[in-house]
């Protein structure tokens, strides 16, 4: 996306690290970490919308949950309207939990099925709010899934009644019932179908321009990201590899490990013509023993010496394009 023109920031992630424990034996000692999310920072202003991409299993879902403090973060700092979160008590966090909500990848795993439609959009209200007046909360519960596209006998209607888009759409009143700032969308488009994909994307673009909401994206599918995103982050192994305007990273990537996940996507016109290829070979490295130096090094057909010894620093190569690579591709 393009034209919207964010001021300031809204949230900042600092050296964010989250290491899961190993623990073995009788005792359940640890003997070494899972490091799903390592050394991770970025900004996100106002309004915008930030994309993070990368292979299963390179710490997108878990970067979500740690912004959240859905997960509690082994080192860093998540600094949203400039507040520090990390290490408050719940009871500190309370105000920011309606502040900052979270749209899960499957719908009917994330509604509680012995709920209406109605109480599952207003529940949140019931818990944050000391009074609730049913009649006032009813009227916003019906006017927010008009605003995402539901018809009003929705409300008396259960999870299992309702299509996957129209289960996401619930998902997306229920984040709106509190009118949050940040929304956390992770994967939110994958299970359903392409055509359903982009009306919930529309809706979504639609819902930023009219609450002024600020979104963290997470996403495998290029396409998608690319057409909701105003920058993009891409993660290898819990790091940040590349970071970039949106037109800038799909048109010029500098990193191999994001030239390779822009060539493994399928395209349109099975006639156009590609860059080079650059092929990532083999799988991901296990997060536990990542490689020594360059954690892409292994599956680099760029690599060149210094890469299997030295990590490389996360630098600005163009204004606004970071890159951690020894060797980035030429611009």
């Known amino acids: 996306m393009s034209g919207r023109g964010p001021t300031d920031v809204l949230l900042e992630v600092e050296g964010l690290k989250k290491h899961f424990p190993i623990r073995e034996g009788l005792l359940l000692r640890t003997v070494d970490h899972v490091k799903a999310v390592d050394g991770v920072g970025f900004k996100v202003a106002r309004g915008e919308t930030i994309g993070i991409v990368g292979e299963s299993g390179c710490g997108k879902t878990t970067l979500g949950r740690l912004i959240l403090r859905l997960v509690e973060p082994t080192a860093g700092k998540v600094i949203f309207d400039g507040q520090d979160i990390v290490g408050l008590s719940e009871a500190e966090m309370r105000p920011f939990r309606k502040r900052m ?21 207003g529940e949140p209200i019931r818990i944050h709010a000391d009074r609730v007046d049913r009649a006032q909360l009813r009227d916003r519960v019906a006017a927010l899934l008009q605003r995402v596209g539901l018809r009003p006998d929705a409300l008396k209607r259960y999870p299992h009644e309702l299509s996957g888009g129209q289960r996401q759409r619930v998902a997306i009143a229920r984040t709106l019932i509190l009118e949050p700032q940040l929304i956390v969308a992770d994967e939110p488009v994958s299970a359903l179908d392409v055509s359903v994909q982009a009306q919930v994307l529309n809706l979504l673009v639609e819902l930023q321009q009219a609450f002024n909401l600020t979104y963290v994206f997470i996403g495998h599918d290029l396409r998608v990201v690319q057409y909701i995103s105003d920058r993009v982050v891409v993660m290898y192994l ?65 690599r060149g010496e210094g890469c299997d010894r030295v990590v490389p620093e996360l630098r600005e190569i163009e204004p606004g394009q970071c890159v951690r690579c020894h060797y980035p591709l030429p611009a």
């Open 101 to 121: 909500t979270i749209v899960f990848q499957d719908p009917y795993a994330s509604l509680d099925p012995r709920m209406n439609i109605e109480r599952l959009v």
């Open 238 to 302: 819990g790091k940040v590899v590349e970071s970039a305007r949106v037109q800038t990273l799909f048109t010029h990537p500098r990193h191999p490990y994001t030239e390779a996940l822009l060539e493994s996507a399928p395209i349109a016109d099975p006639k156009a013509t590609r860059r080079v290829r650059v092929l990532a070979a083999g799988d991901v490295p296990s997060p536990i023993r990542p490689p020594e130096g360059c954690a892409f090094h292994p599956r680099c057909p760029r």
